[in-house]
């Protein structure tokens, strides 16, 4: 794949910028990079808050169009790997928080939102946005860490970005040659908390269970005492033990 960098000063979010961008045209591999952003965007409606230049804040636009519209757990468990293999070639104890939350031990260092356009039952692009700390070395959240916080110096953001966006297309590759089973053990492998005890909420109910896998549907399979128990995103939240 060929990638397209554009760099921008100030975003309101790269994600809303390539969103607008793709409304024409699917320039696969087109990468739009802010080194600030003044909207960023994360999951579930919250607001991503990355400090000006220290950070990697970032939206590639692919075009999965091989993926029909209930695939997308593929992409999100390609896209997963890709940012995991990149920060674990660095640093120990990198794990993948159901469904794309990059952990390392019990802190958030990256976050993915992936925002797909659909056309006729597939996929017509995706919004890949990416998110990772870098050299920001103090968060409002006790539960985040950074490169900086995790190796002590400095790391050059655009090497990071250009490694990432290898392991990418390679994960990339992997989803066209529709090797779904290969990436479901590897994520499987790296999942945050898998077979320990751990404390969940759903709706207004906190109950305690052991994940146990990601299904091809993309939910969460918790064991618990009433047996097991699956979860879309958005409909359970693992508790932090404090
Ligand atoms: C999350 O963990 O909640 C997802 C965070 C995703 C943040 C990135 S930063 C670049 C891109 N633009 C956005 O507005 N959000 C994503």
Redesign the pocket.
Same mark, same amino acid.
């Given at each position: 794949m060929k990638f397209k960098l554009k760099l921008l000063d100030e975003? @309101?979010? @790269?994600?809303?910028v390539l969103k607008e961008l793709a409304r024409l045209q699917t320039e696969e591999g087109l990468v739009v990079y =802010?080194r600030s952003?003044t =909207? #960023?965007? *994360?999951?579930?409606g919250?607001s991503?808050e =990355?400090a000006a230049g220290q950070n990697?804040?970032?939206?590639l636009l692919l075009a999965p169009v091989f993926l029909k519209a209930d695939e997308q757990v593929w992409l999100n468990m390609a896209i997963s790997l890709a940012l995991r293999d990149m920060i674990s070639s660095y640093m120990d104890s990198v794990k993948i928080k159901w469904p794309?939350?990059i952990y390392v031990d019990d802190k958030?260092i =990256? #976050?993915?939102?992936i925002e797909n356009n659909l056309q006729s039952g597939y996929i017509r692009c995706s919004i890949i *946005?990416? #998110?990772i700390n870098v050299n920001q070395s103090a968060f409002g959240n006790k539960n985040a860490t950074s490169f900086l916080l995790e190796r002590g110096v400095p790391s050059d953001l655009m090497d990071l970005l250009s490694q990432l966006l290898e392991n990418i297309e390679q994960r990339y590759i992997q989803l066209e040659l529709r090797q779904h089973r290969i990436m479901q053990s590897e994520y499987l492998k790296h999942l945050y908390r898998k077979d320990l005890v751990s404390f969940f909420r759903t709706g207004d109910r906190d109950f305690k269970g052991v994940i146990r896998t990601v299904d091809e549907y993309g939910r969460l399979v918790i064991e618990t005492a009433e047996g097991a128990l699956n979860f879309q995103v958005k409909e359970v939240e693992l508790l932090r033990e404090e």
């Open positions: 975003a @309101t979010s @790269t994600n809303d =802010a952003q =909207a #960023g965007r *994360g999951q579930m919250n991503w =990355a990697l804040t970032f939206s794309n939350d958030k =990256a #976050g993915i939102l *946005g990416i #998110g």
